[in-house]
């Protein structure tokens, strides 16, 4: 069974600096996705950022980007910027690729993001 | 990205009774339905998959006859917890699929449940 490791429950970060929050996972399938989900106060999961396990080239969104080590197994989310609305639980989670692949997301602990002012 | 609408948002409920949370995919047929259970402060956890047409796939430990769990049409799934108990006062949340390779699953509001 896959596995989604955050290590770090909690982190902050000062307005308009950059924060890594961490992420490792086991599996033994070589296609899957990862994604890093955001849940703020409301609760409302919204998606950060996916990557695919076959493409090398690093997932970015604006101020969101990805370090995506598969060897290692690693898969960190880099927050460029912070801005006081990114303020919330950022979840890492693992979803199969493959055809006879499991579909349902596996999330790992969560990290509660702090950001000051 | 595509819609799910979650209701009820909070619902309290007496010991003893049933209540039924609604998930809606409103602009996409979602083929298959998943349902989490969120403790404070803690990840999600998953309960169970469903697939529309078909029985719900349970995770190890919950149990399939006190969470009941629908999904007749493409665009609607539910789940009923029955004869609740205080401890299964909690936030529900639910996503949906199209269940296509490459598509992401999408979110509901969540509902708050609390068993008095």
């Known amino acids: 069974a896959q596995t989604v490791t955050q290590s770090q429950p909690e982190m902050s970060v000062q307005e308009a600096e950059t924060v890594t929050l961490s992420c490792t996972y086991d599996?033994?399938?070589?296609?899957?996705?990862l994604f890093w989900y955001k849940q703020p106060p409301s609760r409302q999961m919204i998606l950060v950022i996916r990557?695919?396990?076959?493409?090398?080239q690093n997932a970015t969104e604006n101020r969101f980007s990805v370090n995506f080590q598969k060897a290692a197994k690693s898969f960190s989310l880099k927050i460029s910027d912070s801005q006081l609305g990114d303020a919330a639980m950022y979840f890492c989670?693992?979803?199969?690729?493959?055809?006879?692949?499991?579909?349902?997301?596996?999330f790992g602990q969560g990290t509660r993001l702090t950001i000051n002012p | 990205g595509a819609v799910v609408s979650q209701h009820p948002s909070r619902v309290i409920c007496k010991s003893g009774t049933s209540v039924k949370i609604e998930c809606r995919s409103l602009?996409?047929?979602?083929?298959?339905m998943f349902w989490y259970r969120q403790f404070p402060k803690q990840s999600l956890m998953l309960m169970a998959t469903?697939?529309?047409?078909?029985?719900?796939?349970?995770e190890q430990g919950v149990e399939k006859d006190k969470f009941l769990i629908n999904h007749a049409s493409l665009t609607l799934s539910t789940l009923t917890v029955t004869s609740a108990h205080p401890e299964d006062s909690s936030f529900y949340i639910c996503?949906?699929?199209?269940?296509?390779?490459?598509?992401?699953?999408?979110f509901g509001q969540g509902t708050r449940l609390t068993v008095v």
């Open positions: 996503s949906a699929s199209s269940g296509l390779q490459n598509t992401e699953a999408f």
């Open positions: 599996t033994s399938e070589s296609d899957y996705y």
């Open positions: 990557q695919e396990a076959y493409k090398q």
């Open positions: 989670a693992y979803r199969s690729a493959e055809i006879q692949g499991a579909q349902k997301l596996v």
């Open positions: 602009d996409f047929q979602a083929t298959t």
């Open positions: 469903s697939n529309e047409g078909s029985k719900a796939t349970y």
